[in-house]
Nanobody, 127 residues
Framework: QLQLVESGGGLVQPGGSLTLSCAGS????????VAWYRQAPEKEREWIGC??????????EYADSAAGRFTISRDSAGNTVHLHMNNLKPEDSRVYSC??????????????????WGRGTQVTVSS
């Protein structure tokens, strides 16, 4: 079972920035579409954005609520996908998870489309 591993979560002050990372455990993400989600206790999972990798480069897509503050990138080797978060607010405090599916043709919003998931990393925005 291929597994994703998130890292980089923690405590950050309001207005601060944080970068989360998503890596494949034993495999590279170079051929995968990757999405980021977040979820608060007893709330529905919220799609943040996704990215696919093709010969033309990265093709990120973002939720309206994330555009402008959140950015998805990938390292040059294609092994790790990052979620850069700026101007964080207390309401951004959630468990953040990444998901992946092996394809370069598209990425999707629906969680059921992805085959592999990480366990998530907690982000807490508080003074």
């Amino acid at each position: 079972q291929l597994q994703l591993v998130e890292s980089g979560g923690g405590l950050v002050q309001p207005g601060g920035s944080l970068t989360l990372s998503c890596a494949g455990s034993g495999f590279t993400l170079a051929d995968y579409a990757v999405a980021w989600y977040r979820q608060a206790p007893e709330k529905e999972r919220e799609w943040i954005g996704c990215v696919r990798f093709s010969s033309s480069g990265l093709s990120p897509e973002y939720a309206d609520s994330a555009a402008g503050r959140f950015t998805i990138s990938r390292d040059s080797a294609g092994n790790t996908v990052h979620l850069h978060m700026n101007n964080l607010k207390p309401e951004d405090s959630r468990v953040y998870s990444c998901a992946a599916r092996r394809t370069s043709s598209m990425c999707a919003k629906a969680p059921f489309w992805y085959d592999h998931w990480g366990r998530g990393t907690q982000v807490t925005v508080s003074s």
